[in-house]
């Protein structure tokens, strides 16, 4: 299983940017995904997740209290990609963006739930 982020960069306070996760040898569509942050000093939090399709369950969305009304996270499962549009970003929004993939259907803000990741993304907002 491999997935690749990308979308980082900088941008100025109150704009925006999309992250994509594609991932490779895996049923993306069995999956909740997530994505994380780490900013230096800090421990790594999660952002959003979504999560799979179990075939019973209507596919949910989280995110932290930081993002929401912001981000939006969304999935492609026939294209393998996970998209996360940051919108109004701010410099607290700051970190190495991660995405990963967790044990099942079901996603969480716990790392620990998540076995596979991605490399990371800068995202730097700053005027």
């Known amino acids: 299983v491999q997935l690749q982020a990308s979308g980082g960069g900088l941008v100025q306070p109150g704009g925006s940017l999309r992250l994509s996760c594609t991932t490779s040898?895996?049923?993306?569509?069995?999956?909740?995904i997530g994505w994380f942050r780490q900013a230096p000093g800090k421990k790594r939090e999660g952002v959003a997740c979504i999560n799979g399709n179990d075939g019973i369950n209507d596919v949910m969305a989280y995110y932290v209290d930081s993002a929401k009304g912001r981000f939006t996270i969304s999935r492609d499962n026939a294209k393998n990609t996970v998209y996360l549009q940051m919108n109004s970003l701010n410099p607290e929004d700051t970190a190495v963006y991660y995405c990963?993939?967790?044990?099942?259907?079901?996603?969480?803000?716990?790392?620990?739930?998540?076995?596979?990741w991605g490399q990371g993304t800068q995202v730097t907002v700053s005027s």
């Open positions: 040898g895996l049923t993306l569509d069995n999956y909740a």
């Open positions: 990963a993939v967790a044990r099942g259907s079901i996603g969480s803000s716990y790392y620990r739930d998540y076995n596979y």
